[in-house]
Nanobody
Framework: QVQMVESGGGLVQAGGSLRLSCAAS????????MGWFRQAPGKEREFVAA????????YYANSVKGRFTISRDNAKNTVYLQMNSLKPEDTAVYTC?????????????????WGQGTQVTVSS
């Protein structure tokens, strides 16, 4: 089992940057695909980015491509989401997730474990 704790959220002006971290427990962290999802008020949770177990493959939603970067440090059991050029529409609760061998990186229903989330608010 994997438990995850996100940090790094907060309030930032449009055009600013934030770096989210997701610290995971468990010795098998490096075997999981890790993803970031977000949910804005009144909207469904949506895919943001994902990274393979080795870090060799990354996936991004079109809405964040070129602005967000996902990375991981398996030695630290941590996955990161660097968010640049933030927009008010990026405002949401951001949650990290871990998926095993059956995960489809873009599909939230295929992930096995979820963190509690961290709030990101972008003011205009």
């Amino acid at each position: 089992q994997v438990q995850m704790v996100e940090s790094g959220g907060g309030l930032v002006q449009a055009g600013g940057s934030l770096r989210l971290s997701c610290a995971a427990s468990g010795r098998t962290f490096s075997s999981y695909v890790m993803g970031w999802f977000r949910q804005a008020p009144g909207k469904e949770r949506e895919f943001v980015a994902a990274i393979s177990w080795s870090g060799g493959s990354t996936y991004y939603a079109n809405s964040v491509k070129g602005r967000f970067t996902i990375s991981r440090d398996n030695a630290k059991n941590t996955v990161y989401l660097q968010m640049n050029s933030l927009k008010p529409e990026d405002t949401a609760v951001y949650t990290c997730a871990a998926g095993g061998t059956r995960v489809a990186p873009l599909l939230k229903q295929t992930y096995d474990y979820w963190g509690q989330g961290t709030q990101v608010t972008v003011s205009s």
